[in-house]
């Protein structure tokens, strides 16, 4: 099945789904100083989104970009274009973030930093493969971090040694990251983290050395929206066993019934064996902690993360519109601002989805979206 993308419709229906203040946000942010012609927030957001929506390359937006009659500009134009609606773009995904009601305060005492990677493809047939590894902070949703590295080799997949940290940090990242190696190095600069526990990945042992009895403790939480915490070690080659907690929570009846039989499901497409115990994970959302009890109690903890859910549904879509696009990999200002233009893409395809589901039979506001006109 083909993935949805935003671009795809019409181009007043698309912007009927902008954030009002889009084009306050574009004097705000100052994207369009400098101009000499071509000022139009319209056709300049249009431009830029070829590019990062449809995943044209550069050379191929200008020469579309010129047919549609948006703008005349050159590759090399429109990747200065590109550098400077860094802000613009990361403004637009603020208010989009909000629209969607994820609060903008956490009841947490830090600021977050929410960490993932994702694979993008260059542009064309023989387009390489690379990785991105990117930090967002929350609530400001500032882009701190961005790295770009092979698919293959050593120390290029997921890891938290890929991003720089400080003793101020307090990351939370997914079950991708759930590595004794990432979280060591983490305790070692001083950071704090909160990672969802891959129980198959992870040695976990008792404050005595032994091996810790993780399905023994569940059994002792049997009821929707339980909550339990245990103190645990995470060993790693030679350096001593690292303290952490583990903090739990039972899922709900719907919730448990929806993630067996997306198992069942996998194993029977991949012909596995579903083993005992992992319907028993399945049945609990489990995350390893750095983070000071003293500050952070078990629900803070499992709230955090939750949000962090929140925001994965977001990056999901971004993951797969992020696979269309060309990425410009040699200048930190430019690829930051398509970060912020594929998270844009993202955000603005989940509104087109949510509101298809929700506004029947048309999925839109009528009275917003007057016209019809295509992309470019």
């Given at each position: ?8 419709e ?13 084009k ?37 937006t ?38 969607r009601g ?5 009841a947490?005492?830090?600021t977050?930093?929410?960490?993932d ?18 930090s ?18 050593k ?15 307090y ?27 891959n ?15 993780l ?5 002792s939480i ?5 909550t ?19 903090c739990?929570?039972?899922k ?9 039989k ?12 579903l ?18 009890r ?22 999901k ?8 696009g ?26 087109l989805v ?5 506004l029947?039979?048309w ?14």
């Open positions: 099945m083909r993935s949805v993308n935003a671009v795809d019409d181009w007043n229906l698309l912007l009927s789904f902008f954030p009002s203040n889009w306050d946000l574009a004097q705000v942010t100052e994207a369009l100083k400098g101009l000499r012609q071509d000022k139009s927030e319209e056709n300049y957001i249009r431009t830029l989104l070829l590019h990062l929506g449809c995943g044209f390359s550069m050379r191929e200008v020469v579309r970009a010129k047919q549609a009659k948006l703008a005349e500009l050159s590759d090399v134009a429109l990747l200065k274009r590109l550098r400077k609606s860094k802000d613009w773009l990361y403004k637009l995904c603020c208010a989009l973030f909000e629209e994820i609060p903008s305060e956490l947490v005492p830090h977050l930093r929410l960490m990677a994702t694979v993008v493809k260059e542009a064309g047939k023989t387009g390489s493969l690379w990785r991105i590894h990117y967002l902070q929350w609530p400001s949703l500032a882009c701190d971090y961005f790295k770009i590295t092979a698919t293959e080799g120390e290029t997949g997921e890891s938290l040694r890929h991003f720089p940290l400080t003793p101020q940090d990351i939370v990242v997914d079950r991708g990251y759930c590595h004794a190696s990432g979280i060591h190095y983490a305790a070692s600069k001083g950071a704090c983290v909160t990672v969802r526990l129980p198959d990945g992870m040695l976990l042992q008792a404050a005595n050395g032994s091996k810790f009895g399905l023994a403790r569940l059994a049997g009821t929707a929206a339980q339990g915490e245990w103190k645990v070690l995470i060993p790693f080659e030679e350096n001593p066993p690292l303290p952490v907690r583990l739990v929570v039972r709900s009846q719907t919730s448990i019934a929806l993630a067996h997306k198992l069942r499901r996998y194993a029977s497409k991949h012909g596995t064996r083993q005992p115990e992992t319907l028993i994970y399945a049945q609990y959302v489990m995350v390893l902690t750095t983070f000071p003293k500050e952070f109690s078990v629900e803070q903890i499992l709230e955090g993360y939750r949000f962090r859910w929140q925001i994965e549904l977001i990056f879509r971004f993951k797969q519109i992020a696979q269309l060309h990425l410009p990999k040699y200048d930190p200002e430019s690829a930051q601002a398509w970060l912020y233009g594929k998270l844009f893409v993202a955000l603005l395809t989940e509104k949510q509101h298809a589901g929700a029947s039979p999925g839109y506001n009528l009275a917003l979206a007057t016209g019809s006109q295509s992309l470019a």
